[in-house]
C-alpha cells in the first residue's frame, strides 16, 4: 500500500517551453500532497504544500507564476513548470500525506528528471 | 526555527560490520520523526515514524530510536544491497504537514 506514481519519469525540453509533472497517489486518497526539489547529493527542499481543492502553498523563494500547481483530486497533483530554463533543471519529487487522523508520515513518488536545453 | 542535523555525512562499512547513524533535532512540539532510505535516482522510500521518546521500531536489519534530542538508526549486519543515501525528517506541530529534512547520510557498503 501508499504508492505514490509520478509521470513522466524524466523530461527533456527546450528552453522557454511548458513541462507538466503528474504526481498520483494509486492506493490511497491524499488530503495533502508536497512538491520538492532536489539538487545532486543534496537534501529535498520543499517548494509548495498543495491541499485538494485549494491553492498551493509556496514555500519563501518559489516563484508561483512559474511554478504552477494543481491539485485536482484526492489522488491527482501536478506540477507545470512554465517557461522553463535551464537553471530549472532538476530532480523533482512529489510526496502525498495519506488522509488519516494522527497519521504523519508521507509517501513519496520515484521523481521525474527535467533536463532544459 | 526547526532543524534537522544527520550524521555522518558519509559512511563506509565492511558487510557485516554494524554501525549507527544519528539524526540530531530541535524543534518545537515534535509531532513525529521519520526515516527515509533513498537510492539514487529515485525518490524516498519511506523506513519508520518515531512519535514518542523511548519509542524503537525494526525491520530487517534496521532499528530505529528515538531520544528527546536525537534518533539513531541502527544498521546490524548490513549488506551490500543497504548502500544508500539514509534521510531523517522531523515534522513540528506548528508547522502544518511540512517536514524538516537533514542532509542524509550517504551508506556505502562493500563485500
Known amino acids: 500500500g501508499a504508492v505514490v506514481s509520478q509521470h513522466p519519469s524524466w523530461v527533456i525540453c527546450k528552453s522557454g517551453t511548458s513541462v507538466k509533472i503528474e504526481c498520483r497517489s494509486l492506493?490511497?486518497?491524499?488530503?495533502?500532497m508536497f512538491w520538492y526539489r532536489q539538487f545532486p547529493k543534496q537534501s529535498l527542499m520543499l517548494m509548495a504544500t498543495?491541499?485538494?481543492?485549494?491553492?498551493?502553498?509556496?514555500e519563501q523563494g518559489v516563484e508561483k507564476d512559474k511554478f504552477l500547481i494543481n491539485h485536482a483530486s484526492l489522488t491527482l497533483s501536478t506540477l507545470t513548470v512554465t517557461s522553463a530554463h535551464p537553471e530549472d533543471s532538476s530532480f523533482y519529487i512529489c510526496?502525498?500525506?495519506?488522509?488519516?487522523?494522527?497519521?504523519?508520515?508521507?509517501?513519496f513518488g520515484p521523481g521525474t528528471r527535467l533536463t532544459v536545453t | 526555527e526547526d532543524q534537522v542535523t544527520q550524521s555522518p555525512e558519509a559512511l563506509r562499512l565492511q558487510e557485516g560490520e554494524s554501525s549507527s547513524l544519528n539524526c540530531s533535532y530541535t524543534v518545537s512540539g515534535l509531532r513525529g520523526l521519520f526515516w527515509y532510505r533513498q537510492d539514487p535516482g529515485k525518490g524516498p522510500e519511506f523506513l519508520f515514524t518515531?512519535?514518542?521518546a523511548g519509542e524503537e521500531k525494526e525491520k530487517e536489519r534496521l532499528k530505529a530510536t528515538l531520544t528527546k534530542k536525537e534518533s539513531f538508526l541502527h544498521i546490524t549486519a548490513p549488506k551490500p544491497e543497504d548502500s544508500a543515501t539514509y534521510l531523517c525528517a522531523v515534522q513540528a506541530g506548528h508547522a502544518g504537514n511540512m517536514l524538516t529534512f537533514g542532509g542524509g547520510t550517504r551508506l556505502m557498503v562493500k563485500p
Open positions: 518515531l512519535y514518542s
Open positions: 510526496s502525498a500525506r495519506i488522509g488519516l487522523a494522527n497519521t504523519y508520515e508521507q509517501y
Open positions: 498543495s491541499n485538494e481543492g485549494s491553492k498551493a502553498t509556496y
Open positions: 492506493d490511497f486518497q491524499a488530503t495533502t
